[in-house]
């Protein structure tokens, strides 16, 4: 079971990045599925959860409004779209999910069985 994430890298401040989570060796289309991030020097955070079916999000207030979390089932894929990027928003990005039998829009990061091996994401002032 895999978690490839992609898409990250150094953009300006006010600039776009599209973190893309492609699930592979099982289905994730019936689990909640999340990006956690990882400032330098800091603890894991969460960022947005999706719900096995997409009609739920979360997201934590310092990215609402800026990020959108979203999923194509059909791909076993999960995006992140980050728009006016600001440099706290520099971290390690991870994508991972739950177990299938979960529903909760856990923000805990214990509650995720399987995760990606991160993405650097960098925003310069």
């Known amino acids: 079971v895999q978690l490839q994430a992609c898409g990250g890298g150094l953009v300006p401040s006010g600039g776009s990045l599209r973190l893309s989570c492609a699930a592979s060796?099982?289905?994730?289309?019936?689990?909640?599925m999340a990006w956690f991030r990882q400032p330098p020097g800091k603890e894991r955070e969460v960022v947005t959860i999706?719900?096995?079916?997409?009609?739920?999000?979360y997201s934590v207030d310092s990215v609402k409004g800026r990020f959108t979390i979203s999923r194509d089932i059909a791909k076993n894929t999960v995006y992140l779209q980050m728009n006016d990027l600001k440099p706290e928003d520099t971290a390690v990005y991870y994508c991972t999910a739950r177990g299938s039998q979960f529903r909760d829009l856990s923000t805990s990061p214990t509650a995720y069985e399987y995760w990606g091996q991160g993405t650097l994401v960098t925003v310069s002032s």
């Open positions: 060796g099982r289905t994730f289309s019936s689990s909640v």
């Open positions: 999706i719900s096995g079916n997409g009609a739920s999000t």
